[in-house]
């Protein structure tokens, strides 16, 4: 909850001295502060701010546990937010392999435990920007084995 006070006291107001966010469709913010039990966010990944607005959005009124890969996630300056948003850590992987695929095993296990837990959870399916308009899954394996 105090997570969800930060964003929305905080991090939307900062948000808002660059971008102007509108949310659109039936009932905008009511329909989703009314939903109840596991929820994924699957947004596609155009540019580096898109996590800080949905994060900013959606994070302050449905408490979202986002996935953020290592790079992201470890930088001294960075990691007292990840914690306290209780961000997920994502291996850094460069390719698939067999390894790889142990590295990530536990993190797909905590998912899906939190989901049957009813947790809400932000997971950018392709893990990388999207460079030519066209999102591209790859190698990247949670999503669907989280589903």
Do not use: C
């Not at 964003?7 to 971008?19: A, I, K, M, S, T």
């Not at 701010?49 to 790079?71: K, T, Y």
């Not at 300056?77 to 142990?102: C, G, T, W, Y």
């Amino acid at each position: 909850m105090i997570v969800q006070l930060f964003l929305r006291y905080v991090g939307r107001p900062l948000v808002w001295l660059r971008y102007r966010v509108q949310i659109e469709g039936p009932d905008g913010l009511e329909r989703l502060r009314q939903l109840r039990g596991p929820i994924l966010v699957l947004p596609n990944h155009p540019g580096h701010i898109d996590p800080v607005l949905v994060m900013a959005q959606l994070g302050a009124e449905i408490p979202l546990r986002p996935l953020v890969v290592s790079f992201m996630y470890r930088p001294f300056f960075l990691l007292p937010l990840m914690k306290f948003i209780n961000a997920l850590e994502v291996p850094d992987l460069v390719q698939h392999s067999a390894s790889a695929r142990e590295q990530v095993e536990p993190l797909i296990h905590t998912v899906v435990e939190g989901l049957d837990r009813g947790e809400k959870f932000l997971i950018y399916p392709s893990g990388k920007l999207e460079r030519n308009g066209l999102e591209q899954i790859g190698s990247t394996r949670a999503v669907p084995d989280i589903l």
